[in-house]
């Protein structure tokens, strides 16, 4: 057994010499040292010799196997660090070389705007009220009736407003003044809420107008609320939101929720005020319609108007837009154009 002991050990060393790869190590270690290997093999076959053979034989088998074990580990470094060595030559990234261009997704001019607006909105005391509250798909009731439009009102008429074949009376909303009903009811003032979304009119498109634009409304309603608190806070928007303060006029307007109404102009950035197709030669353009809530809509929510008052306003997002990056005509906004939209 001493004899055969030594056999393999030379067997093993000579297989040794000619290995060219850590596999192949490997290979050589399952051979003689795994619990199958050829001296695992031996060891138990121990268990048939006398004592003393068992001693003799036994610590024979172990210092050959820690020899072996040592000599295949040498060679195995010596392989790896090779072998890694290739590798990284082979694999090795030129750090000169030019990148390859990845194209990268940007935010919509109309997110933007509207992330800005709200933002500054929020700055002035608004919270954005909860999406539930303020639903595309909606109901007459909600889109007109608590807003005090009368029952004849011409913004009914199929002509004027998208209905769906939902249910009888459901629309895809016009304005997002309906939120302010959502945010109203059970509610105890004070509310200080805006409604960013998306609206839906039948009209006919033009360089100003889209039969799909968006909103954002905003709605306070306290104690004490006056027409001079909606004026402070639509010119510290307008100034917050184009960076310096620009000529605005409020004019008379009729809202059936609101009551006095207005409507607030901007000069318009494209001519300065001298008139141009995008203004339709007034020099100015509507950016957004407000007055103080009628108290035909606050009794309508369950709150006294003898007790409380409120402001309302609606501000067009894409009109803020084209005033402030000077854009003539809505329709870019949805016409899918890299050109166009590479530019923000």
């Known amino acids: 057994m001493k004899e055969q002991l030594e056999k393999i050990y030379k067997s093993a060393c000579e297989e040794l010499k000619n290995v060219n790869s850590t596999s192949e ?76 261009f990845t194209r990268e997704g940007k935010v919509h001019p109309i997110t933007s705007t509207t992330d800005e607006i709200v933002s500054i909105l929020q700055g002035l005391g608004f919270s954005v009220v909860p999406a539930i509250h303020s639903p595309e798909v909606e109901t007459e009731y909600y889109n007109f009736d608590m807003l005090n439009f009368p029952p004849d009102h011409p913004a009914k008429d ?127 353009l509507e950016v957004l319609g407000a007055g103080m809530v009628d108290p035909n809509v606050l009794k309508g929510v369950g709150i006294d108007p003898d007790v409380y008052s409120g402001f309302a306003f609606g501000m067009g997002v894409e009109r803020l837009a084209m005033l402030k990056y000077a854009i003539d005509d809505i329709r870019l906004f949805f016409n899918d154009d890299e050109r166009f939209l590479n530019q923000f």
Request: hydrophobic letters at 30%; one cysteine or more; glycine letters at 8%.
């Open 25 to 100: 190590i490997d290979e050589l270690r399952n051979k003689y040292l795994s619990r199958k290997g050829e001296l695992n093999e031996i060891k138990k076959n121990l268990k048939n010799l006398s004592d003393e053979d068992k001693r003799i034989i036994g610590s024979l088998a172990n210092e050959i196997s820690e020899k072996l074990s040592n000599e295949l580990k040498i060679k195995f470094d010596e392989f790896y660090t090779k072998e890694l060595n290739e590798k990284l030559v082979k694999d090795r990234i030129d750090i000169t070389l030019p990148g390859k």
């Open 158 to 284: 199929m002509q004027d407003t998208f209905y769906t074949t939902v249910a009888p009376n459901v629309i895809l909303r016009s304005q997002t003044s309906g939120a302010q009903i959502h945010a109203m009811e059970g509610k105890n003032p004070p509310i200080r809420v805006i409604s960013p979304g998306r609206v839906y009119r039948n009209e006919e498109v033009n360089a100003r107008k889209n039969n799909f634009f968006h909103q954002i409304e905003g709605l306070y309603v306290d104690k004490g609320v006056t027409f001079g608190d909606l004026k402070g806070v639509l010119n510290e928007f307008i100034r917050i939101y184009f960076g310096s303060s620009r000529p605005t006029r409020f004019r008379s307007s009729y809202f059936p929720f609101t009551e006095p109404s207005a409507e607030v102009d901007v000069q318009c950035i494209m001519c300065e005020g001298k008139g141009c197709r995008t203004c339709s030669g007034t020099g100015w």
